[in-house]
């Protein structure tokens, strides 16, 4: 299990992360979703040690990684696959990673067919791999210790639709076989079809957590209108909340017959009406972090 509880990270008066709590459970994968900039990345480098918090605190198995006695063993980690070394071969790097952990040369062999890289590409060095073999070269070292717990920051980086499906396979399996998986993505799909438990954060904090199927499910209905402004005005009038969403929507927290009646009550012809957990995990990230996506301030600014 992995447990984050108010952390918090300062650089200046700036607060990269302010106050996040949430747990990753055990058989479970929990997506960490976000804008870039939002915190993710920085979070995870809490977790594993190589950041230090500000205050709060982030444990692993019930321990913070410095306190791990062979780290590799209990928690494998990716977070930057363009991150190793140049100047050795994929086999080098698994080996030199074994050997730290006291494993077997035989394991090396393991993942390295388990992450599909050749004997041809084992021997080449890495500063001439894609980025879709790095990530499967980092994916192997971070299983090669047979850990309990995953933290990958954007492992699908660079994989073509066959190598997305073969990580989530993997992950999926990792999971079920009583893992725990922290898997940050701006791949929004391979989130919702992957991820059990769903965290979102903008500007630092948590905008939202929970099951992906309540997340969805707490979306209430999404409506079109030609006339949005005054949609959104009728349904508040008549005791609805209802704000502007993305891809020119509008969300209210109510059921569709609830919402239809309102507006037809007001005279809005609508050109679209369902619930929001039909649009997706895309509709339900937009909306929640509006506020701090690039184009949302560069908008802003404009207008100002």
Avoid: C
């Amino acid at each position: 299990m992995i447990t984050i509880e108010s952390l918090t990270k300062s650089y200046g008066g700036f607060r990269a992360v302010d106050e996040v709590t949430f747990t990753a459970r055990p058989g479970r994968v929990t997506g960490f979703l976000g804008p870039n900039g939002a915190g993710k990345s920085t979070t995870m480098r809490i977790v594993v040690g190589l950041t230090p918090a500000t205050s709060g605190s982030a444990t692993l198995l019930g321990r913070e990684y410095a306190d791990l006695p062979n780290p590799g063993r209990e928690v494998g980690v990716l977070l930057d696959a363009s991150a190793q070394h140049a100047g050795r071969t994929g086999r080098e790097v698994l080996n030199i990673a074994a050997r730290t952990m006291g494993l077997p040369k035989s394991r090396v062999g393991e993942m390295l067919e388990r992450v599909s890289l050749t004997e041809e590409e084992a021997a080449r060095r890495v500063g001439n791999y894609s980025l879709g073999m790095r990530q499967r070269l980092g994916i192997a070292a971070a299983l090669l210790g047979d850990p309990e717990v995953l933290i990958l920051d954007e492992p699908a980086n660079g994989l073509d639709p066959a190598g997305i499906r073969w990580m989530r396979d993997l992950l999926r399996g990792f999971a079920d076989g009583g893992g725990t998986v922290l898997l940050s993505s701006h791949l929004l799909h391979e989130i919702e079809v992957i991820a059990d438990d769903i965290v979102v954060i903008g500007n630092g904090r948590i905008v939202a957590q929970g099951t992906k199927e309540e997340l969805l499910a707490a979306g209430g209905t999404l409506v079109r209108a030609a006339d949005q402004s005054a949609l959104v005005a009728a349904l508040q009038a008549a005791g609805l909340k209802a704000r502007p969403g993305a891809s020119g929507v509008v969300l209210a927290e109510a059921g569709l017959a609830t919402v239809g009646a309102a507006a037809f009550a007001a005279g809005i012809p609508l050109t679209e009406l369902r619930a929001a957990d039909s649009a997706g995990l895309e509709e339900m990230f937009l909306a929640l972090t509006a506020e701090s996506q690039r184009d949302h301030l560069s908008a802003e600014g404009a207008a100002a």
